[in-house]
């Protein structure tokens, strides 16, 4: 009886799964069927001729466990890496150096009610996150059963992969020092009088001026207070391991974080119906930092691009409607400074009177060594990242990461699920990081919303330290309705690319958000694009992705002097003749470069303080070509004398640069033989095995820089080569579905036996964007593979 209704069962599941087996597509590759615990019932996977995988399920919950089998089989290495650190287990593999990391993670974790955390979760954003979690499981159990399929790293380094489950999905929250660091530097620019020269480091926007809060000893704050969050605290013996999944360090990358996202309305697209349009800016160097996936299921039909290790689809649309994202700014950090009591540090002072750290013990287990105990302390929640009991002075973090509720690990899956705009608000409402989420929708509808945890600050604006006595304490979270949006709004369009965007008229000073944020430059190119085409088409969302027009090469074109030294004439010359296009082949757009990195330098030697220097090591781009265009005293007596002078310095140092590094004929030189596209595995440098395993992918050429639209960032100080920019970006015809497009880099896969290694690296670098298809019948028709994960049989 048992097995009749479990055979009963199973054919009713195949005969309600969208694209039912029972209706088998011819597929190139054939098909392949392996069991697997955790699946509840047979699970399609069609792999198309591009290599993005479309998952038809009988359920939510087998969906996405094919998504985690899927993304374990193709980023599993770097998955678990970035597990390993939020859960505070590197030296459990790596060793004894890896103690103080993983202590400094686990004062991270969330020490609430684990269980009242998952009870508020949408029981069908938790059934999905659970099935992505058997299928990471799944993966791994069918490599333990055939190691040969490990990813090669597992066997130069002897270890074997983590298993996951659910309540650490609540438990890991990262390490983040969000702008403690920022705060730091304020309080000691005010303590020696220079507080002024902050501008030239992050101006304030919008214009706000500082208030020192009531009881900080500005002189008191050091880099010591940021104790554990200060890399250098967390010393490892190869710091790859801890980037492997993450950014390379943005300082010095010139601008280069963030994303482009614009949506358009049908009344100004060339369809008639919505186009949205995204391109994440993340690290270049690396695997791609997103793997595509279809997902299908009674309730769930979304494409697009996740992150390996977060559940669901971060950029991409469903079968209503499309959705992009880009950095928002929001402050959901304060550094609170704690007065401990003289004889027991263990006590604080906190709403007039001694309260008690709260303590946990644990235990890190340490590869060659013994255990190790650490204690780890709170104050009402806030992790304590630096004690000194001789100061009777400790030092909280507050961030929004560590609030119950915080579980961002859930969010993509809610916002998946929704069917509209109105079931976005509360999909929304798990949503921690800041973000400008993009919307359109087969009905013609558009929406902007800003969404993230953002901290009420009723008696201070989070730009310096505050004292940890209560006074200064949050009181709650701004409510998404509060945030800033727009719905349909009558311009048309509407774009975001890390700016300043609050609404004019918005109650910033009611509503403190952020201060800081990027350079405008990407959007307003995108804005000068988007404003001059009243019928924007698909084809034109691709061209401003690759657009590479300099808008800082436009204000320094204006600001040439006449008048010249005969060694910077040349490249004067040079630059007057072009059309502040940064593209590959340009000797002008490398010349520009080079000019740039030396009069950045020149600039902060000249404008920077003495006593700030080891404050400021870089100015903001924007806010020294501001000073350039109206000079002040801070160049000199003679402001615009000074002004002239730094630029022919800096062009006659940029013509000698690219002479040294584009040889002496300027007729050679071409900015894509600096600019290079190199993807190799972040331990390459660390472990020859490594090294040789993993083939560097490299030879390709790229125009653009941090501050174009077709954002290709780089580190100065460790050469030209792109570090940062869009490795995903994918185009929407909302409604028409396979009428998308994408492009993804290197590719699919991070193993290097597979086909998907780096099949797209060459059309990354050509532009040449992908067809994203959507509907079963084109699936069908581009089918190269197909798989079916069947529950186990035992």
Known sequence: MIQRRAFLLASAALVAMPGSLLAKPRVKGGTRTVNLAGARAPIEIIEDELGVPHVR??????????????????????????????????????????????????????????????????????????????????????????????????????????????????????????????????????????LDAEQLAAPLRPAWSFTVPEGLDVAAVSEADLGILDPAARPVPFDAIQEVSISPEPEGDRFALGSNAWTISPSRSATGRPILANDPHLGIGGASPRHMIHMTAPGLDVIGAGAPGLPGIMQGHTDRFAFGRTNFHIDQTDLFILRTKAGDANQYWHKGKWRALETFEDEIIVKGGPPERVTLRYADGRPIVSEDAARSRAVALATVSMLPGANMRFAIIAINLATDWASLQQAF????????????????????????????????????????????????????????????????????????????????????????????????????????????????????????????????????????????????????????????????????????VALSADFRDRVVPAAAKDLIPTVNLSEMLRILGAPDQRLGDDPAAARDALIDRALVAGWTKAVELGGVDPAKWQWGDLHRVTIAHPLASSIPAIAAAFPKIEGGRSGGDGTTPMARGFNSRRGFNVSHGASYLFVADVGAWDNSRFLLLPGQSADPRSPRYRDFYPKWLAGAMQPLWFSKAAVDRHAAGRLVLAPATD
């Open 57 to 194: 399920a009988a359920s939510k919950h087998d969906a996405f466990f094919g998504q985690g089998y899927l993304v374990a089989r193709d980023r599993l290495f770097a998955m678990d890496i970035d597990y390993r650190r939020d859960m505070g287990r590197m030296a459990e593999a790596f060793g004894p150096r890896f103690v103080a990391a993983d202590k400094a993670a686990r004062l991270f974790h969330f020490r609430g009610d684990i269980d009242a955390e998952l009870a508020a979760i949408p029981p069908d954003v938790l059934e999905c996150a659970r099935g992505y979690v058997a299928g990471v499981n799944a993966r791994i159990d069918e490599l333990a059963a055939d190691p040969t399929q490990l990813p090669l790293e597992y066997g130069i380094m002897g270890i074997s992969p983590l298993r996951w489950n659910i309540p650490d999905l609540v438990r890991r929250r990262g390490l983040g020092m969000g702008d403690a660091d920022d705060e730091v530097r304020r309080a000691q620019l005010q303590a020696r009088g220079l």
């Open 429 to 596: 409402k798990l949503h921690v990081s800041p973000t400008n989420l993009h919307y359109a929708d087969i009905d013609g509808n558009t929406g902007w919303q800003t969404i993230g945890f953002t901290p009420r600050r009723p008696k201070h604006d989070g730009l310096f330290p505050a004292p940890g006595d209560g006074d200064f304490d949050w009181t709650g979270l701004l409510p998404i309705k509060d945030m800033p949006h727009v719905y349909n709004p009558p311009e048309g369009w509407f774009a975001s690319a890390n700016q300043m965007n609050l609404p004019a008229g918005y109650p910033y000073r009611e509503r403190i958000i952020s201060f800081n944020w990027s350079d405008p430059y990407r959007y307003d190119r995108c804005a000068e694009v988007l404003r001059s085409q009243p019928k924007h088409r698909i084809e034109d969302s691709i061209a401003l992705q690759h657009d590479v027009q300099s808008l800082p090469a436009r204000a320094l074109l204006k600001l040439l002097p006449a008048s010249l030294s005969a060694e910077a004439a040349p490249a004067a010359a040079m630059l007057r003749r072009w059309d502040c296009g940064i593209e590959a082949d340009s000797a002008a757009a490398l010349l520009f470069e080079m000019v740039m």
